[in-house]
């Protein structure tokens, strides 16, 4: 049996194939996303008509792939690109009609406890952190005895923090300091996690192109999944100074992120800093996976 995901995002809508293997764990057939950006047609806090139309056509081409491959089971979920919005149930109920489609909205509390799902597909994790740098959120998660203790969403992400203050593709140094002032001030009034942590894990687009532009700076195989606090810092110095060296490093390793990515590293970084974190795995599985975990959860009762 084979599973269709989509991942309505506000920056990116991502297609996640699965098939279920017989020892009950899925293996990741093929992905496929669409760098939508409904993150900048929203105004006032209203997704406008070419906004939904851009998510209709996203999810029109999705499913004509599925259809050539005959995946029939196909469920779609919407994070912070139909959720911070006013017009959420109008966004829901014009892209069913247009599509066919039933679209998800999912809480953020439940986006950063799919998270935690997603990474127990890969590595135990009792006791620690999970967090999503996402385009228009970000969520955490505390994990205390294998289970979910405490999750939240914070109204701020890469795409959102660069359209807020970045006035052209390439964020310059003042305006790298008024992110990193806004996410701050946005920490500053959570309550985040305070107690130290064995373990910090990152999901997500954002936690997965820090994680192979460190490898790739720091000449690691693509297969390590850990980096140190002090890796992490060194290789954010290096992005922050917006040389040509991390340019040239950006668009090798995910050159659809050159707008997001340095909003998205001083974003994490200042997460990173209020978990007191010391080391991070960034883990390949995610919200999807985690989606997908409870789809199955559902199938069985």
Not at 127 to 134: A, E, L, S, T
């Amino acid at each position: 049996m084979n599973y269709a995901i989509v991942d309505l995002g506000s920056n990116t809508v991502r297609l996640s194939v699965y098939s279920l293997e017989p020892d009950k764990s899925c293996r990741l057939l093929f992905s496929e996303k669409e760098t939508a950006g409904l993150n900048n047609y929203i105004v006032d806090r209203v997704l406008s008509k070419p906004g939904i139309q851009r998510a209709c056509d996203a999810l029109n081409h999705f499913r004509g792939l599925l259809e050539q491959f005959g995946v029939e089971q196909m469920r779609v979920f919407a994070t912070a690109s139909l959720r911070n919005i006013q017009n959420t149930q109008q966004a829901v109920e014009e892209i069913t009609a247009a599509t066919g489609i039933q679209v998800e909205v999912i809480s953020g509390a439940l986006e950063a406890e799919l998270g935690y799902y997603g990474v127990i597909r890969d590595r135990n994790l009792e006791n620690g952190v999970v967090f999503d740098i996402g385009g228009g959120s970000a969520e955490i998660a505390r994990i205390q005895g294998g289970r979910v203790a405490s999750a939240q969403s914070i109204p701020i992400g890469c795409l959102e923090l660069f359209n807020r203050h970045v006035k052209k593709i390439w964020p310059k140094k003042q305006e790298l300091e008024d992110i990193r002032r806004d996410a701050r001030q946005t920490l500053e009034g959570l309550a985040l996690p305070e107690q130290e942590f064995p373990l910090v894990c990152g999901v997500g687009g954002t936690a997965r192109a820090v994680l192979k532009i460190t490898n790739q700076l720091l000449g690691r195989p693509d297969t390590q999944r850990t980096m140190t606090m002090e890796e992490f810092s060194g290789v954010a110095r290096c992005l922050l100074a917006r040389k040509g060296a991390a340019r040239d490093v950006i668009l090798k390793v995910c050159p659809d992120r050159i707008h997001t990515i340095l909003p998205g590293v001083v974003l994490m970084e200042c997460v990173c800093q209020a978990l007191e974190c010391q080391s991070l795995y960034i883990s390949p599985y995610g919200v999807r996976e985690g989606y997908l975990y409870r789809w199955l959860k559902e199938q069985e009762a």
